[in-house]
Structure formats: structure tokens, C-alpha cells
């Protein structure tokens, strides 16, 4: 479930749809949420009869939902203590999305990732394609002649 705030209000729903709801992650990324879960677990145990069950990632040391705000603060916290530019939570959607293109992963997979139509991601994130002529050139090179560059005569 998402959790956005709208004129003050933490309004919840349910993702946009079935697509939404999942998406491969790296097994690193599974492992930090696996300990996660046992982290929050260990507050469960301890909070007995007082914590509150429910089925959100962020919550705090009694089992309640975060308020987006408060966990856009505290992201906005860790971001301030590393070597990286400022960023927003919404913001990582947007690296991921400039990351993969400029990998080099299919658009319709990156888009597919970012619940976009590739039309809709490709004028997005168009900026990060610099050289992407020339590297196509390379590669029908390569294809064609089995080798990359060179002077044309």
C-alpha cells in the first residue's frame, strides 16, 4: 500500500496496479530488507501487546505507520550525511530510471520498472543519451565489419 499526504492529510491506497506491485531487485537489496523485517521484528517482541500489526515498511518502535513527511525527513537526513547530491525519495525513481538508460538496459524494461510508457520515459530521460548516436555507429560497425571505428575511405 502507498501512503501520500494531500493537503495535510496521509491518504492511503493501494499501488496503480497489478504491474506496480513488483519488480526484481538486487539480492543485496533483499538482504537489507530481510534484516529490516528481523529489526523490526525484535520491536514487535519487545513492545508486546502494544504494538500495532499492520503491514508497512516504515514504522516506528510500536508498529506504526510513518507519515510520509516523517520519512522523507529522515531520508533527506541520511542523503545530507553521504557525498552524493541532494535527493528525494521521488528523486531516486529518477536516478534509477538515468542509471538504467545510461546502462544501457532496454527502455521498455526501464520504463516497464518506472510504471511508464517507454514514449513517456524516453522524452524524459532523453538528456542522459549523449553519444548514443556515435555508440550506435560503433555497433553497426561491429556488426557489419566485425570491428569498431576506423577511417572511412
Known sequence: RNRVLVE?????GSLKNDEARRVEIHPRTAATLRRWRAATAAERLAAGEAYVSGEHVFVDELGEALSP??????????????DVPSLTIHGTRHTSGTVLVSA??????????????????????????????RDAAERVGQAIYGTAGGPIE
Open 8 to 12: 495535510r492529510r496521509i491518504v492511503e
Open 69 to 82: 513527511d516523517a520519512v522523507s525527513h529522515r531520508f533527506g537526513r541520511l542523503v545530507a550525511r553521504v
Open 104 to 133: 544501457g538496459v532496454p527502455v521498455h524494461v526501464v520504463a516497464a520498472r518506472l510504471g511508464h510508457d517507454p514514449a513517456v520515459l524516453l522524452k524524459t530521460y532523453a538528456h542522459v543519451l549523449p553519444g548514443s548516436d
